[in-house]
């Protein structure tokens, strides 16, 4: 350092490194290597892997490398210790998520430089934002676990939760994955990224200190293949994934047809929009922190600049004079602003993805191209003149690389903001503030921030749109993915099974059997009846094997043309909530003008009763009643999050959605699956039960008269696993529900793996009579949080 008089002439920093010797005496004490923390203890370390300072380069720790057989061990451990957590009344939950968040509090700084030295984070970062949400993460859901019986009633524990978190913000992941885990009375076992397992290691010690029971939290290290050891073990009732969306989708096949609960939070190329009235400067801040915090490995970094064509130039000018004054180098000063990138496979993987946009002849700008002499560094880097075709605006970098697009209008610069499969967050920077909402409103993230960035609060849910993943983390929607409904038992369905008689060997029978005469029911698409693509229809028998009608064979085609329609009624879904009410109610009216009708068809096709069938025409009349009724009122919440901040959670729909349907009670299978669906409004693409399904095309008329517009629901019958596998496949379908065999569950949910659908598969008897409420309307929606400041 200068004498001081050279100080203020430059008004330079000087080095201000934080202390780190605390942390380096107990990474001494562990010099022999880490066990794994399996039932309370640590394990005798075995198969040891080296754990690096990516700044330095150096050797700082050496962990197990969890084997089957720990995986094993660790499991019965949780499962043993559920039994014990689930029955403690919340408010002793409460009390040890509380304990636990007191003495993360209390090493906060012991925390904060472990994490800085195994990551690579500057200390800034890590001290001012990291570990305190770590703490307010366990605060907040220590409320929960007290409230959790009273404000999720009808529901209980999943049980073991198996969850693999990744290294860029390492106990973060953590308390995201174990707060709401335990508050919700379920146990764990989490395995941290190879990269950076410390402070799970740590954190495992805090559980010791803070007399978290033994089982409850299981904390065991080492690679993807102790990870997919974890997802494949049977004992696993729910696997929360963070990670890379390959690996998530790898996840996504391996759980298939397990009964697991899955939920995945995967990658992202999230916008930050910057409209022509932004205010620049702020919006200058609002990249550094949105691309540069954590070396821009961040999930949800503000990666793809869109910035409006007549401020682009301005802004880039005020961008490039910013990163000269970004100070890179060692992670412990702190006056730090960029760190190290976690390990050398990530920075190979950066610099291989910059030298493809070097091949497409991109404009990189870097401010100051020296790099500290050791470790693991990658320059802050701009790249302008993007085209939206290249390798860098669509792959996810998880580096400190902006990439910049321009826009003319604000319809282009949505559409370039969807223009990606990812759907993590976004960014919109303007002072309309109703251009801000509409763009909001428009743009397909999981969460949206207005004027600001990388804002995370455990009151606010946190998720991705698309191949984003799904499931939320944090605030009550959260939640429910540690929750599962108590569903009332039901006999096993009493309707024979379908007996479809154009099965593969069977003659289908031609759409112009019957003399001329065309009695086939024909599919429902875009508000139209159309005939099958394949042209045939197949003989739809009663009990006693006689046929009562034919109805369409839909194919692959058909399937396609229906996602078509769906897509093309997305108005639907900004039509107001009354309006989808009103549109309900009619169709209950119309259908109950019309019930002896509906009544005879399903003795006929059935077998049912006089009473039975009325009775299930009533019901469906009620449950379309009572969805309309929902329409307007299964609203969203304003969270409670940072101060000077609207956090709205948003229930929108999913889009498209498809609709496998069982073959019990086919009329109120339907409309208990289709009315919450359209209430919410999805358009579907529906596949009524295989064996009845003349209650439902009968339905079309219905339709029609009740002004549903066309393309909302549209109706392809036929073979179900085979129609479910087309809808399982298709990109252009969001989310899939899935009523039927456990074979075709398992197809549907490994299937989806493909965009990462949101599926909902039961392979039970459902009792159709109960199965209604807002379970149903919460998997008919996914939540959006839109962060709004206030004040100046
Ligand atoms: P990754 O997805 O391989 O690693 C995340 C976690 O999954 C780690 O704990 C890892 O051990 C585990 N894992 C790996 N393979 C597994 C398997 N087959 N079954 C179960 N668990 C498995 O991510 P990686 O390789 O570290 O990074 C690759 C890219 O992924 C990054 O460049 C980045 O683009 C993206 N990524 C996204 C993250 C996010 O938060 N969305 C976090 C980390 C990486
Ligand atoms: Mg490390």
Redesign the pocket.
């Known amino acids: 350092m200068g004498a001081i008089k050279d100080i203020l002439r430059t008004m330079d920093y000087g080095p201000s490194p934080e202390g780190s010797d605390h942390v380096r005496s107990w990474l001494e004490e562990h010099k022999s290597g880490f066990g794994l923390f399996i039932d309370g203890a640590f394990t005798k370390p075995h198969d040891l892997f080296d754990v690096f300072n990516p700044a330095t380069g150096e050797k700082i720790a050496r962990a197990t490398q969890g084997s089957p057989a720990d995986i094993d061990a660790a499991v019965a451990a949780a499962r043993k210790a559920q039994a014990k957590w689930a029955p403690l009344s919340g408010f002793e939950r409460s009390k040890h998520l509380y304990a636990l968040a007191r003495h993360v509090q209390k090493r906060e700084r012991f925390l904060s430089v472990l994490e800085t030295i195994d990551n690579g984070k500057p200390i800034r970062e890590s001290r001012d934002i990291d570990i305190p949400l770590v703490a307010r993460h366990f605060y907040h859901h220590a409320g929960w676990a007290s409230l959790i019986d009273s404000e999720f009633p009808g529901t209980r524990p999943v049980g073991v939760c198996g969850q ?5 913000f390492p106990l973060l ?1 953590l308390a995201w994955k174990i707060a709401p885990a335990l508050a919700a009375g379920n146990t764990v076992v989490l ?5 950076t397992p410390l402070t799970a290691l740590a954190f495992a010690a805090i559980c010791i200190e803070a007399g978290l029971p033994a089982g409850v939290v299981n904390i065991v290290t ?7 050891a ?2 494949a073990h049977s004992g696993v009732d729910k696997v929360a ?8 989708r ?2 996504r096949k ?1 759980t298939a047809g397990t009964g697991k609960k899955l939920s995945l ?4 190329k999230s916008p930050f929009v910057v409209f022509e009235d932004a205010d620049l400067d702020s919006a200058v801040e609002g990249a550094v922190d949105a691309i540069w915090f954590n070396q821009g ?3 949800c970094a503000g990666s793809r600049l869109l910035v409006a064509e007549s401020v682009a130039d301005a802004l880039y000018a005020k961008l490039r004079a910013r990163m000269a004054n970004l100070r890179i180098g060692d992670p412990l000063d702190k006056s730090t602003d960029v760190g190290a990138i976690v390990a050398p ?2 920075l190979e ?1 950066i610099q291989r993805l910059m030298r493809e946009g070097e091949k497409e002849g991109l404009e990189f700008f870097r401010a100051d191209d020296s790099l500290p002499a050791r470790g693991c560094f990658y320059p802050p880097t701009l790249v302008t003149g993007v085209e939206a075709a290249s390798i860098l605006a669509r792959e ?3 580096g400190p690389v902006l990439v910049a697009m321009t826009f003319r209008t604000p319809d282009e610069a949505v559409a370039l903001a969807n223009n990606t499969r990812y759907g ?1 967050a976004a960014s919109v920077w303007t002072e309309n503030v109703n251009r801000a909402l509409e763009v909001a409103a428009r743009i397909k993230a999981g969460v949206v921030w207005i004027n600001s960035t990388n804002m995370f609060d455990a009151a606010s849910g946190f998720g991705g749109y698309r191949e984003s993943g799904f499931g939320r983390e944090g605030g009550r929607e959260g939640l429910h993915e540690y929750r599962i409904a108590d569903e009332p038992k039901a006999k096993p369905s009493s309707a024979k099974p379908a007996r479809l008689n154009a099965a593969p060997g069977l003659a289908p029978a031609s759409a112009t059997a019957g003399a001329g005469l065309d009695r086939t029911a024909k599919l429902y698409i875009g508000g139209k009846q159309a005939r099958p693509d394949s042209g045939y229809s197949y003989a739809v028998l009663d009990p006693a094997g006689r046929e009562v009608g034919l109805a369409g064979l839909g194919n692959r085609k058909d399937i396609r043309n229906a996602v078509e329609a769906a897509a093309k009624a997305a108005s639907w879904g900004a039509a107001t909530a009354h309006n989808r009410a009103q549109v309900l109610y009619y169709a209950a009216e119309n259908l109950s003008a019309r019930a002896a009708e509906f009544a005879r068809r399903l003795r006929a096709t059935t077998g049912a009763s006089v009473r039975a069938a009325e009775a299930e025409v009533e019901a469906s009349i009620r449950r379309t009643f009572v969805y309309a009724g929902y329409a307007d009122k299964f609203d969203g919440a304003v969270h409670a999050t940072r101060s000077r901040f609207i956090t709205l959670a948003m229930n929108e729909p999913w889009g498209v959605m498809g609709v496998v349907c069982p073959d019990g009670a086919p009329l109120l299978a339907f409309v208990s699956l289709v009315m919450p669906a359209i209430a919410m409004g999805n358009c579907v693409v529906v596949v009524p039960s295989a064996g009845h399904p003349l209650s439902v095309t009968d339905f079309y008329s219905v339709l029609d008269t009740s002004d549903v517009p066309a393309g909302v629901v549209n109706i392809v019958t036929g073979e179900a696993n085979a129609l479910a596998k087309t809808l399982a496949e298709h990109d252009g379908v969001d989310a899939l529900w899935y009523l039927g065999d456990a074979e075709g569950a398992k197809q549907v949910e490994a299937l989806s793996a493909g965009n990462l659908k949101a599926t909902w598969v039961k392979a039970s008897a459902v009792d159709w009579r109960q199965a209604e409420g807002r379970e149903f309307l919460r998997r008919a929606t996914q939540v959006k949080n839109i962060w709004t400041p206030y004040g100046e």
């Not at 395995?191 to 990269?195: I, L, Q, R």
């Not at 963070?242 to 998530?248: A, L, M, P, R, Y």
């Not at 939070?265 to 992202?268: H, I, K, S």
């Open positions: 693999i978190i990744p290294w860029n992941m395995k941290p990224a190879e990269y080492g690679d993807g293949l102790t990870g997919a974890l997802v994934f963070t990670g890379s969306t390959e690996v998530g790898a996840i391996a939070e995967l990658g992202g490995e961040v999930c496979v990530q993987r996810e970098i998880f993590l």
